[in-house]
């Protein structure tokens, strides 16, 4: 076990330690398709996941990057990445049951057993496989699926086939071909017609290798009149060399059904987050997004509603905050085919230390999308002049019968806020975390307790010193 | 013919619908090929110079009679390297256009107007505006002309480029609309430099044309300078318009504000792209830019993308986009009051606009834009 402490930022990342954990499943380095055969040999997978593994290598290889990622062709290696590694075979159920040395990792990032008290199920990935999946009897009673998105194809092959890949092809983008070819764990939620899941499922993914590549593949289908609330955290060690985590989350939110999907992403700064998230939502029902982006070195996310039944509500709450060697790329999209649907999308970004922020976001209105209503909301806070943030916003409307409004604005910690706290006798470093924890309070709220307490406790480290 | 300009024009691809920025145009009936061998006719109408030392003619007389002048600012706005397919375009071709030059601390009373009409298949008018610190002068310049409907299915090609510098103190209100017939395509490149404790106020109407492409920007190059950029933009028809604006703070301490707004109607598309630009170390800036659109059919395409690159963190920037309707609410509340349905539209698209044509102080060229607009409402 090694603990490594790096500079400024760093020193506060917690997170950055790595344990020396013997792996089970080792391939070589690079993407080839050697590798999608071992793979698809060890999980024991039907013929036409291997054929779908292959194809959508195939479209990874030849797909280009659009021209508004720059840097991420040549700053890549892919080659030297290694696509499948896992210290275990498949998840336990029981917590005794998980190799010890990764349940110490687990422990000292605080994932221990008791926390399931609070979660109505639990899920623990580290590197290629879910070490550990569990749900609470009383959802299982009711029908509720909470299993490794491989376990998922095993056990309910038929709702898996007919859902999956359906709402992110590979076609989709270049990353998504990547985790197409190489998914490997994540999740798959199952909630049948009427169930309220009122306690969240939750998941932790932890990179521990080094110069590796995960894939996880999330699918959750919440059927007609369910709700489901499904929080995810991530972390990994802090090496000199890149990693990458390339993830692929479907979401299908049927007639007034409701879904929330929270995001606490604490990668360390070697880790390239790119990752495609979507949902479709049908008549009446409700899609939450809560996408916090704190870690990472770059942060390529936008996770998006498709308003496909009439009615239909999208939201998402988007919290970037860029220290030090980052660049969170991070939006939404609300894209509308069905009338009077409505969506909101309020972001919030800090960038400091160098680190920079940018807001992408799309709101299209299809053709037949009558009376929809969007509401876009950004707001940005920059704590240096090294720091950077940008704004880059696309409404597309088709008609007349939308209304869509879009509000941005970038600004510092202004003088007169902090000579007011000043002047009440609080001193200038906590007058800025004051202010920049109160700019971030409408998204924080939206979080669960423990998170809450996290995202305020990062944010206050990266305030350290801030104030010139 | 301009060979270093035209050279880059060649190498430039066309845009085409793969192009972020060109998605929702097809330039397909713009037919490119022999595209020299076009007879340019243009006629420059230029208001009469004032007195006190101001320039104001042509651009050949101007470079016959104050070449050194001249060429000390052409150029220097829009290099004849500008990276774009239109602009190398125009000025590789352009052969007339307009020169005004205000002395330092010289105030011209009256506006000066420069009247550029397009008689036929191609104009790439260039003018160059020179005011000196201290000056103080307003601009109506005014494009006109084209191929009208049908004119079996031939088009007029209008490429032009405006180069302004506002140095310390200097103080320009600038018009300017284009109200071409039907079947003219076209593209403009308008840059302002405002210096030191400089002003520019820009009022830009655009009504007529099939196809426009509009690069305004401002870039603001000293302390205290200041721009404020308004645009109206009425969209009938089939006509599909393009606005890119950009406010580039080179310069802390300076202000600019924007704000555009557009009527789009029957099968019209547009797309609006702004950008505010702060630079490293320009703290202190002061940047807004709001784009409203009002669409009236549902036939119409209507984009809009508000864009902000931040690299300082002294500032104030913000910037809000919408795309509505005419309430009903609104409609009901006027037709309570009397007016009819028709009445109410028009009582509220004017409403709609006048926001900025406000902004215009010269009385006969708000009467200009007001009929114009007030002719297309009641339509």
């Known amino acids: 076990m090694s603990t490594t402490a790096a500079p400024t930022m760093q020193g506060a990342y917690k997170e950055g330690f790595h344990d020396d954990i013997k792996t089970l499943h080792k391939v070589p380095k690079g993407a080839s398709h050697k590798v999608i055969d071992y793979m698809c040999d060890v999980k024991g997978e039907p013929d036409w996941m291997r054929k779908f593994r292959h194809r959508s290598l195939d479209l990874f290889l030849k797909q280009d990057l659009p021209p508004w990622m720059p840097g991420l062709r040549d700053e890549i290696d892919y080659d030297s990445i290694t696509y499948y590694m896992s210290p275990v075979d498949k998840p336990a159920r029981r917590w005794e049951d998980v190799p010890e040395e990764i349940r110490r990792t687990y422990d000292k990032l605080g994932i221990a057993k008791e926390e399931q008290k609070l979660l109505g199920g639990l899920g623990a990935q580290i590197d290629s496989e879910m070490a550990y999946h569990n749900i609470q009897d009383s959802l299982s009673k009711q029908g509720v699926v909470f299993l490794s998105c491989d376990d998922g194809l095993k056990e309910y092959p038929e709702i898996f086939q007919e859902h999956f890949a359906k709402v992110i092809p590979p076609e989709d983008n270049k990353f998504a071909a990547l985790n197409s070819a190489f998914w490997s764990g994540g999740s798959f939620v199952y909630i049948p017609k009427g169930v309220k899941c009122d306690i969240p499922l939750s998941v932790y993914f932890r990179i521990n290798a080094e110069q590796f590549g995960q894939f996880e593949r999330t699918l959750i289908i919440c059927e007609d009149d369910t709700f489901c609330h499904y929080v995810e955290g991530c972390s990994a060690p802090v090496y000199t060399t890149n990693s990458l985590h390339s993830a692929v989350v479907e979401i299908y939110v049927k007639k007034r059904g409701r879904c929330r999907y929270t995001t606490i992403q604490n990668w360390s700064t070697d880790v390239y987050n790119l990752v495609t998230k979507r949902s479709l939502v049908d008549a009446h029902g409700v899609m939450e997004w809560v996408d916090g982006n704190l870690g990472s070195k770059r942060t390529v996310k936008y996770p998006s509603c498709y308003m496909i039944g009439e009615g239909a509500h999208g939201e998402i709450l988007s919290l970037a905050s860029a220290d030090k060697g980052m660049w969170q790329d991070a939006g939404a999209k609300l894209v509308f085919f069905a009338p009077n649907c409505t969506g909101r999308i309020n972001s919030k970004s800090i960038s400091g230390h160098g680190g920079r922020a940018s807001y992408r976001g799309l709101v299209q209105v299809r053709p037949g999308a009558d009376n929809c209503r969007v509401q876009v909301n950004c707001d940005a806070l920059i704590l240096d002049d090294v720091s950077r943030s940008d704004t880059y916003p696309v409404m597309e409307i088709d008609g007349d019968l939308a209304t869509v409004e879009h509000e941005a604005s970038v600004s510092n910690v202004s003088e007169e806020q902090l000579f007011y706290l000043m002047s009440r006798g609080v001193r200038k470093e906590e007058a800025v975390s004051m202010i920049v924890n109160g700019f971030i309070e409408p998204i924080v709220k939206e979080l669960p307790m423990e998170f809450a307490v996290e995202i305020n406790r990062l944010i206050n480290l990266q305030m350290e010193g801030s104030v010139g | ?379």
């Open chain 2, 1 to 379: 013919m301009n060979n270093t300009a035209w050279e880059l024009y060649e190498r430039l691809p066309l845009p085409t619908r793969r192009d972020v920025d060109w998605q929702r145009f097809d330039l397909r009936r713009l037919k490119l090929d022999k595209i020299q061998d076009r007879p340019q006719s243009l006629k420059v109408h230029l208001s009469p110079a004032p007195n006190s030392g101001v320039i104001f003619c042509d651009l050949p007389t101007a470079l016959a009679k104050h070449g050194d002048l001249v060429r000390q600012h052409l150029g220097r706005s829009i290099p004849i390297d500008e990276p774009r397919k239109f602009a190398a375009l125009h000025n590789a071709l352009w052969q007339t256009g307009a020169f005004l030059y205000v002395p330092r601390g010289v105030r011209v009373p009256s506006p000066l107007e420069i009247n550029y009409d397009l008689q036929g298949a191609a104009g790439y008018p260039h003018t160059l505006i020179v005011i000196e610190p201290g000056a103080e002068t307003t601009v109506v310049q005014k494009f006109t002309g084209g191929l009208p409907a049908g004119s079996n299915g031939n088009i007029s090609l209008h490429a032009s480029g405006t180069e302004v510098f506002v140095k310390e103190g200097g103080h320009l209100h600038y018009i300017s609309y284009q109200n071409f017939a039907e079947n003219v395509f076209d593209f403009t490149l308008k840059r302002a430099h405002v210096a030191r404790d400089a002003e520019i106020d820009w009022v830009i109407g655009m009504f007529g044309a099939a196809f426009q492409r509009y690069d305004i920007e401002c870039v603001m190059d000293g302390e205290g300078g200041m721009s404020y950029m308004y645009g109206v933009g009425f969209l009938e028809h089939n006509q599909q318009f393009a606005q890119f604006t950009r406010q580039h703070h080179r310069t802390g301490n300076t202000t600019s504000d924007l704000l555009f707004k557009n009527v789009l109607r029957d099968s019209a598309v547009s797309n609006y792209a702004g950008v505010i630009k702060v630079e490293k170390n320009a703290n202190g800036t002061n940047a807004y830019q709001a784009n409203r659109n009002l669409v009236l059919s549902e036939k119409v395409k209507c984009d809009t993308k508000p864009i902000l690159e931040i690299e300082s963190n002294q500032l104030r920037c913000t910037h809000g986009a919408t795309v509505g309707r005419l309430e009903d609410q609104h409609i009901f509340y006027l037709r309570s009051r009397g007016l009819t349905e028709n009445q109410a539209r028009e009582v509220l698209l004017e409403a709609f606009l006048e926001p900025v044509l406000a902004r215009i102080k010269v009385p006969d060229v708000y009467k200009e834009f007001s009929e114009l607009i007030h002719h297309k409402v009641a339509r």
